[in-house]
């Protein structure tokens, strides 16, 4: 059978991909404007230019005996939206590579390269650019190189002014030096440091609160202003750990307090048999959180499993190691204290006294 055009569908004026809402020529454009960015974030290893189809990487260029590779996804979550309100997305990148290296990081892994992927309906270049300058500064900042990424405009999938992002990293680590949290014991101790902010963890509640109360975001905040506290960017503790570990300073475990704040995440480096207990006034909590609580009315505990409260990263160390760790993380400009210890298990994972 052989389908054969009527007159009238001959007639018609010629589709294009561009009349469907996806400009191509933009999109190339796009590519050569954040090239100088990328370039940026080069380090050994980097192999190729942008643009290929994939990314390449020598991992020969790494200074590790054993190699194991580690990687990792994530997102901003609903924090873009705030972005998108604010009209303001020069740190929202700082923040998706942030999410995805300080979680590889926990492992003693260094990060090596990361990939993005950018999707809209209709492909603004000034936003893109701007946001993907963001993601470039967060893996120079790292230490790791942007190598690719996917920009991907889809009509009818977003409404006007809308994107989404997500990211890719993958890092090494000497098999010999893995932090798995295998050998915590009841008695060593937590060290948290601090969090610049929420981050980019329960801002599904932040908005809810900002629109049931009407809040002004550029109302004054701390010498600054409520918008712009709760997009300042995720804080990135790759180099600052990583230069901790090249000291051989004694670290049992990580974890990163994203989702789940303090309340889920500590215990989830430990062994059977293990919990957590915090001493809750041995940090000051940012004013952004005291904040947030009074005017949701927010449970303590509930304030602590949706929110960082102040703290971005665990440390679990032994007694003797934890004044050199303190030490360390105010050399690196990041305030740290010693926040709690972990207990036998007798029925809860985490205590707070």
């Known amino acids: 059978m052989c389908f054969k055009a009527s007159k009238h569908m001959t007639d018609k004026k010629p589709y294009t991909y561009q009349q469907a809402g996806v ?12 090239k100088p960015f990328i370039k940026n974030t080069h380090r050994p290893g980097v192999m190729g230019s942008l643009g290929g189809f994939g990314g390449l990487f020598d991992l020969s260029q790494v200074n590790c005996d054993n190699p194991v590779l580690v990687s990792g996804t994530d997102g901003v979550g609903t924090k873009l939206k705030l972005a998108q309100q604010m009209n303001d997305h020069s740190t929202i990148g700082i923040d998706l590579v942030a999410m995805c290296v300080n979680d590889i990081i926990v492992m003693g892994a260094e990060p090596l390269f990361f990939l993005d992927y950018y999707a809209c309906g209709h492909l603004n270049n000034d936003q893109a650019a701007e946001v993907i300058s963001g993601i470039a500064e967060g893996c120079r900042l790292s230490g790791c190189a942007l190598i690719g990424g996917e920009t991907a405009e889809m009509p009818g999938m977003y409404i006007q002014g809308d994107y989404d992002l997500a990211g890719f990293v993958v890092g090494v680590v000497d098999k010999t030096k893995i932090i798995d949290g295998r050998n915590i014991q009841a008695g060593h101790r937590i060290i948290g440091v601090a969090s610049s902010g929420p981050h980019s963890n329960g801002y599904s509640l932040i908005r809810r609160l900002i629109d049931d109360n009407s809040l002004d975001l550029t109302a004054d905040f701390e010498n600054s202003t409520l918008g712009q ?23 049992l475990g990580m974890a990163h307090i994203t989702g789940g704040g303090l309340m889920e995440n500590i215990n989830r480096v430990l062994p059977e048999g293990l919990a957590v207990e915090i001493k809750r006034d041995s940090w000051p909590r ?42 360390h993380f105010e050399s690196q400009h990041l305030a740290a204290w010693s926040i709690g210890q972990i207990t036998p298990h007798t029925g809860q994972d985490v205590t707070l006294v």
């Open 286 to 327: 940012p004013a952004i959180f005291n904040y947030l609580q009074e005017l949701g009315n927010i449970e303590e505990t509930e304030l602590l499993k949706t929110f960082n409260s102040g703290i971005g990263l665990c440390l679990i160390v032994p007694d003797e190691a934890v004044n050199a760790t303190i030490t």
């Open 229 to 251: 506290k709760l997009l300042e960017p995720t804080t990135l503790y790759p180099k600052s750990v990583l230069s901790l570990l090249a000291k051989e300073t004694p670290v």
């Open 23 to 34: 400009d191509i020529d933009a999109g190339n454009a796009l590519v050569q404007r954040i």
